[in-house]
């Protein structure tokens, strides 16, 4: 037994209109071809729909059984093309990003309000954690996409570089090292830093790049905005990728570019590997390409 929803909306059609000539005409068919679907129907389901005669079309009690469950299926079918439709002209959805918090405080959300401007009815989520935790959130399908700080070759991830964010050295306008011509990683670890906590890439690249040079850590701390106060107290430096430099917006602070081999943030895109993303997602995905901020190394 096979009916299409094509036999479907000729039935109903039957129904409202309750004539052959009218139902023939709203379904943009000759009255011989309307009557010919109508009589396939009911021999294709073995029972007669509708009692006629040259004046009246009326539904047989098995046709007006069938009516409740043609109108609930023809229901559920629009309502998926009218869904799908949706998301494909990006009318509604929802897209998961998750991004380390120096780009979702700093660079992203312009991208998200051109994004929103764009696709008002799209839904945007965030999740403002560390790179780990963002690639855990592609991998679990929690997030469509990541931006993070990845140096990973992972087999079930895909990235694509975004850019490269080059460090600066922050410190105290007194500090000896803001007015110093040439810096170089002896003259930054000699200094007392304030260290953001191991569990930051960022922090675990210093040491790589500063090797074999030891750090003098006068404090760890999980915030920037926390760097930011102590360095403001006279309490230390530190060096942070460019992309952070909006958190250390102080008279009293000085930033300056620095060039360490080696250290340099590489700030990716990642989604899972072989899959595609959802349609609204792409589109910032794409987005995010096409406003990638440049290779950032301030000249002195």
């Given at each position: 037994m096979n009916l299409s929803t094509r036999d479907?909306?000729?039935?109903?059609?039957?129904?409202?209109?309750r004539s052959f000539t009218r139902a023939a005409r709203q379904c943009h068919l000759s009255q011989s071809a309307f009557s010919s679907l109508i009589k396939a129907i009911e021999d294709t389901l073995?029972?007669?729909?509708?009692?006629?005669?040259?004046?009246?079309?009326?539904?047989?009690?098995?046709?007006?059984?069938?009516?409740?469950?043609?109108?609930?299926?023809?229901?559920?079918?629009?309502?998926?093309?009218?869904?799908?439709?949706?998301?494909?002209?990006?009318?509604?959805?929802?897209?998961?990003?998750?991004?380390?918090?120096?780009?979702a405080s700093g660079w992203l959300p312009g991208v998200f309000a051109e994004f929103r401007q764009r696709y008002p009815a799209i839904e945007l989520a965030l999740a403002d954690v560390l790179s780990a935790p963002c690639l855990?959130?592609?991998?679990?399908?929690?997030?469509?996409?990541?931006?993070?700080?990845?140096?990973?070759?992972?087999?079930?991830?895909?990235?694509q570089l975004l850019c490269n964010d080059r460090f600066h050295l922050v410190c105290h306008r007194s500090h000896p090292l803001a007015t110093q011509r040439k810096i170089g990683v002896r003259d930054l670890a000699a200094a007392p830093f304030i260290h953001l906590a191991r569990s930051h890439s960022v922090r675990l690249q210093l040491e790589r790049a500063f090797h074999p040079y030891p750090m003098q850590t006068?404090?760890?701390?999980?915030?920037?905005?926390?760097?930011?106060?102590?360095?403001?107290a006279g309490m230390g430096i530190t060096v942070v990728p460019a992309l952070t430099?909006?958190?250390?917006?102080?008279?009293?602070?000085?930033s300056r570019p620095i060039n360490v081999e080696g250290l340099v943030r590489k700030i990716s895109l990642v989604k899972r590997r072989g899959a595609s993303l959802p349609m609204a997602a792409q589109e910032l995905y794409d987005l995010m390409l096409l406003r990638r901020p440049k290779d950032v190394h301030r000249k002195e």
């Open positions: 479907l909306r000729a039935f109903l059609a039957l129904v409202e209109q073995g029972y007669r729909l509708f009692d006629r005669d040259t004046r009246n079309v009326e539904l047989t009690p098995q046709g007006e059984l069938l009516e409740t469950s043609v109108r609930r299926v023809v229901g559920d079918f629009d309502a998926m093309i009218a869904d799908f439709q949706g998301h494909a002209m990006l009318h509604k959805g929802r897209v998961s990003v998750a991004a380390l918090p120096s780009l855990e959130l592609v991998r679990s399908g929690r997030a469509d996409f990541a931006l993070a700080s990845s140096h990973t070759n992972a087999e079930d991830l895909d990235t006068a404090m760890e701390v999980e915030q920037l905005a926390t760097v930011t106060a102590m360095i403001a430099l909006y958190e250390f917006q102080r008279p009293e602070l000085v």
